[in-house]
């Protein structure tokens, strides 16, 4: 499991084409709503650090690129232009119950949900930009779009630079399905329904077994750092993205991790809410 919360370009200086509505320092925001734009369907921005850019992760959310889209990052310590460094970003593939033109679920003659792969046009991501070693560290590093068949100016909502946390896979047969809703009800004394629908949140409560002294530490600083106030994306399974998607979520509780009585190792229950 990676934990991507240490963000890069929250130090860096962004230089890109923007529009008013949608201005370049809306990418410092974590708020997903809060787009960068360059008013057109094709957009470049540049990340500055003199100190590096160490990137282990990189991902996109809260867009509205289309399934064609190519997104490129580029990186190098001296010419942008000559970089010692490209590759692509990828769009996450999931499967989704297959549904008809009303929304409604389609099933098979056992009466089970017929599922699909679409892709997750929610976020886009490229699993190890840079790997260790002399080369993980850019002073310059570029994100190149381009999205020609999209009917509207391309829009990113959030975009991650950064180190992953890597943390033992969730145990087995824990929920990471489960929702909540912001929806709200009441009834009058006749007892008649009145109901305002809001947004529906994915939950999830797991438990990470036999965490090392490191990764505890790693851990403890994550926490720290995030305790239930920041977001961060959280990736069950980087191997299998089409079996759960990125997750851009906060902890609802601060986790407390617990000493194995056979050994110097260590459980913690995380309890995550999706952010929108």
């Known amino acids: 499991m990676k934990i991507c919360y240490k963000n890069e370009i929250k130090?860096?200086?962004?230089?890109?084409?923007?529009?008013?509505?949608?201005?370049?320092?809306?990418?410092?925001?974590?708020?997903?709503a809060a787009h960068w734009s360059?008013?057109?369907?094709?957009?470049?921005?540049?990340?500055?650090?003199?100190?590096?850019?160490?990137?282990?992760?990189?991902?996109?959310?809260?867009?509205?690129?289309?399934?064609?889209?190519?997104?490129?990052?580029t990186a190098d310590n001296t010419d942008i232009e000559s970089p010692a460094y490209t590759g692509t970003l990828e769009l996450c593939k999931i499967p989704l119950p297959l549904t008809?033109?009303?929304?409604?679920?389609?099933?098979d003659e056992h009466g089970d949900p017929i599922i699909i792969i679409q892709w997750y046009k929610d976020v886009s991501l490229v699993n190890k930009v840079f790997v260790g070693g002399a080369n993980a560290k850019y002073n310059y590093v570029r994100i190149?779009?381009?999205?020609?068949?999209?009917?509207?100016?391309?829009?990113?909502?959030?975009?991650?630079?950064?180190?992953?946390?890597?943390?033992?896979?969730?145990?087995?047969?824990?929920?990471?399905?489960?929702?909540?809703?912001?929806?709200?009800?009441?009834?009058?004394?006749?007892?008649?329904?009145?109901?305002?629908?809001?947004?529906?949140?994915?939950?999830a409560e797991f438990v990470l077994e036999g965490l090392t002294e490191e990764q505890r530490n790693d851990f403890d600083l994550f926490a720290a750092t995030c305790d239930i106030t920041e977001p961060f994306h959280l990736i069950f399974w980087e191997n299998d993205?089409?079996?759960?998607?990125?997750?851009?979520?906060?902890?609802?509780?601060?986790?407390?991790?617990?000493?194995?009585?056979?050994?110097?190792?260590?459980?913690?229950?995380?309890?995550?809410?999706?952010?929108?």
């Open 11 to 32: 130090t860096a200086t962004i230089t890109a084409t923007d529009s008013t509505e949608f201005p370049k320092e809306n990418l410092y925001s974590n708020q997903l």
């Open 38 to 73: 360059p008013g057109a369907k094709t957009g470049v921005i540049d990340f500055y650090n003199a100190s590096g850019i160490n990137i282990d992760y990189a991902l996109l959310n809260g867009h509205n690129l289309t399934e064609g889209a190519t997104i490129t990052i």
């Open 100 to 107: 008809d033109d009303e929304g409604n679920i389609i099933t």
């Open 144 to 203: 190149s779009i381009s999205d020609p068949e999209n009917a509207n100016n391309i829009e990113v909502g959030y975009i991650f630079l950064g180190e992953a946390l890597t943390l033992p896979n969730i145990k087995s047969g824990d929920k990471i399905r489960a929702y909540k809703t912001n929806s709200d009800s009441q009834k009058n004394e006749t007892g008649q329904l009145y109901g305002y629908k809001k947004t529906r949140l994915k939950r």
């Open 241 to 276: 993205l089409h079996i759960e998607e990125p997750l851009f979520c906060a902890m609802t509780e601060f986790p407390q991790p617990q000493e194995v009585p056979e050994g110097f190792l260590y459980n913690v229950t995380m309890s995550i809410e999706e952010c929108k």
